[in-house]
């Protein structure tokens, strides 16, 4: 699993601009009763930064640990990016609530994802995880052209849903271009 999750993030490294960067989330796990800080997942990737996503909320069902209230969101930029203009008044430590009314096991607060979306001057995102369409939405909301990759067919008609429900469409939304959503076999 942490090749794979390395080789996609080389991958996506590979393919973006000189000014662009991946903002990279991966809960810390624990097994075999020890935490795994995803070191193993980053590896020698350029880490510029790690942003603290504090969650309000959640679950604990496991009587040997504390509540954990927090996820990493590595920043792994290319040589030429700077974030906009003010973005980096915002610390480190971003406070939001987690989403409890999103049917996925794991999602997004939009809030979070526009924070990420509007501090920087991407022109397209990109979500290869788009689970229930989260960053596709923020995207869309923010005027930003998306691409969103997701295997589960349930997760797609969720994202289907969940875009069907943004009302204003982007300046750049063509009418004419691809399908918003298309099954590759």
């Known amino acids: 699993y ?3 999750q390395y080789n996609c993030l080389k991958e996506m490294y590979r393919l ?9 989330n991966h809960k810390w796990r624990v097994q075999n009763g020890l935490m795994q800080d995803r070191s193993d997942i980053i590896r020698d990737m350029p880490v510029r930064q790690i942003i603290v996503w504090k969650r309000k909320g959640g679950i604990n ?3 040997g640990y504390f509540l954990p209230t927090y996820e990493v969101i590595y920043l792994i930029p290319k040589p030429n990016f700077k974030l906009v203009p003010k973005a980096n008044a915002h610390g480190d430590v971003w406070e939001f609530t987690q989403e409890m009314k999103n049917e996925h096991p794991a999602p997004f607060p939009v ?10 001057n991407a022109e397209l995102v990109l979500d290869p995880f788009m689970g229930s369409g989260t960053t596709a939405v923020s995207a869309k909301n923010l005027h930003r052209k998306y691409i969103g990759i997701e295997l589960s067919p349930e997760y797609c008609e969720m994202s289907k849903r969940r875009l069907g ?21």
Request: avoid cysteine.
């Open 61 to 63: 069902f496991n009587p």
């Open 16 to 24: 973006i601009k000189e000014d662009g960067a991946i903002f990279y």
């Open 2 to 4: 942490a090749d794979w």
């Open 165 to 185: 429900n943004v009302k204003d469409l982007p300046k750049t939304y063509d009418t004419n271009a691809l399908p918003l959503f298309e099954t590759i076999s």
């Open 111 to 120: 809030a979070l994802i526009d924070r990420i979306i509007s501090s920087t």
